[in-house]
């Protein structure tokens, strides 16, 4: 597909830069997926790869329109900031999901499985229900 003869040069070659290096996340985003084991660790890569990919198909998309209109042309910003806004609580919704799930079906999760955040407060949780069973118990009278 060619582009049409008003765009500039430059403008075409940085889109296809953007675009490639789009592809190119992408396809990281997709063997990371598929080599890791766990769903926890399989979450990341797509998360933060597609990220990336949209935020450059977005700049080359801005890059193109601009060049071909010869004015700023913006209205593509929506598309990355709702992207943004709505991965990383579509990414946190997924995994308290599995964690609800995998308490549902009584399957304790592996140490390494959990994230970080989310196995300190796991552990901070357990603390302060052991602290309120510990509190709630009547000394014991050795009499």
């Known amino acids: 597909m060619m582009m049409p003869a008003g765009v500039s040069l430059w403008a075409e070659i940085a889109?296809?830069?953007?675009?490639?290096?789009?592809?190119?996340?992408?396809l990281t985003a997709a063997i990371?997926?598929?080599r890791f084991k766990t769903f926890f660790q399989r979450m990341h890569p797509p998360a933060l790869a597609f990220s990336f990919s949209a935020w450059?198909?977005?700049?080359?998309?801005?890059?193109?329109?601009?060049?071909?209109?010869?004015?700023?042309?913006?209205?593509?910003?929506?598309?990355?900031?709702f992207l943004s806004l709505t991965v990383p609580?579509?990414?946190?919704?997924?995994?308290?999901?599995e964690l609800f799930?995998?308490?549902i079906a009584s399957v304790k999760p592996a140490e390494e499985d959990i994230p970080p955040a989310l196995h300190y407060q796991a552990a901070?949780?357990?603390?302060?229900?052991?602290?309120?069973?510990?509190?709630?118990?009547?000394?014991?009278?050795?009499?």
């Open 101 to 103: 799930r995998r308490r």
């Open 15 to 26: 889109v296809a830069v953007l675009l490639v290096l789009s592809g190119v996340f992408t």
């Open 56 to 81: 450059c198909v977005t700049l080359a998309t801005i890059i193109y329109f601009s060049a071909q209109d010869g004015k700023l042309s913006l209205h593509a910003w929506l598309i990355i900031i």
């Open 89 to 97: 609580v579509t990414t946190i919704l997924l995994a308290r999901t």
């Open 32 to 34: 990371g997926l598929v």
């Open 124 to 143: 901070a949780r357990q603390q302060r229900e052991q602290q309120a069973a510990a509190s709630s118990t009547p000394p014991s009278n050795p009499a």
